[in-house]
């Protein structure tokens, strides 16, 4: 099996994203499958046509996107990407969209083919706060998990019917917040390492994934 990890650059005012800084910090297998790590750019322009470079070169059994949602405490497992753009800065290229649909032939949504909830309890078991997310936002995390599954759903090169494609959010690791407000949560590097390690084990062994509740009221 091989697994396709993804981590953006930094963006807004940061100097690192600890979802690149964690990913590349993954060993090269985990559970038996083979990591494949890619760095993308944080621009709605570029994204897309890094990720499907890497799916035909690669031709990844799993696709996990991480990104960095600053303001989160846990591993935030998206459900659900969205068809819609709307930035809240511009992304680093200056493109700042306004209620686009990402692809206006697709559908509204995806939901993740990742067994989100076994992630949740394995990342869980290895003591790391995690959750189910419904929402991964209008910025550009979405905006690449739409396109990984979008890519799946229409076959393009490198994907087959039973390509699995993800997204998880981390927190700001603690050098991030600094210069931020006392209550700002972080997490450390190494035990975002951890839980992205976890999550991997957890996407290559699960099969069917746990029916077990992690839904929300807001
Ligand atoms: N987080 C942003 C984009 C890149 C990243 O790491 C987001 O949540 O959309």
């Not at 809240?88 to 697709?106: T, V």
Request: net charge negative.
């Amino acid at each position: 099996m091989r697994v396709l990890i993804t981590g953006f650059e930094p963006f807004g005012d940061e100097a690192i994203n600890p979802a690149w800084e964690a990913v590349k910090r993954l060993p090269d297998t985990v559970s038996g499958a083979e990591i494949v790590k890619l760095l993308v750019p944080t621009a709605f322009g570029s994204c897309g046509p890094a990720l499907e470079r890497a799916l035909e070169l690669h031709a990844p059994d799993a696709v996990l996107s991480v990104g960095q949602a600053g303001g989160r405490c846990d591993l935030s497992v998206e459900r659900v990407a969205i068809n819609v753009a709307d930035g809240r800065i511009p992304d680093n290229e200056g493109r700042q969209p306004i209620d686009e649909p990402i692809r206006a032939d697709g559908p509204a949504a995806y939901f993740s083919t990742l067994p989100i909830k076994a992630v949740v309890a394995r990342v869980r078991g290895r003591g790391v706060p995690a959750s189910v997310s419904n929402s991964a936002g209008t910025y550009v995390c979405n905006y690449l998990m739409y396109l990984a599954l979008h890519a799946v759903a229409r076959g393009l090169p490198g994907t087959r019917p039973g390509t699995v494609a993800g997204f998880v959010h981390v927190p700001y690791l603690p050098s991030q917040a600094v210069d931020k407000p006392a209550t700002t949560p972080t997490m450390p590097l190494e035990t975002v390492v951890e839980a992205l390690e976890a999550a991997v084990e957890a996407i290559v062994d699960t099969r069917e994934d746990l029916r077990v509740p992690e839904g929300r009221t807001c």
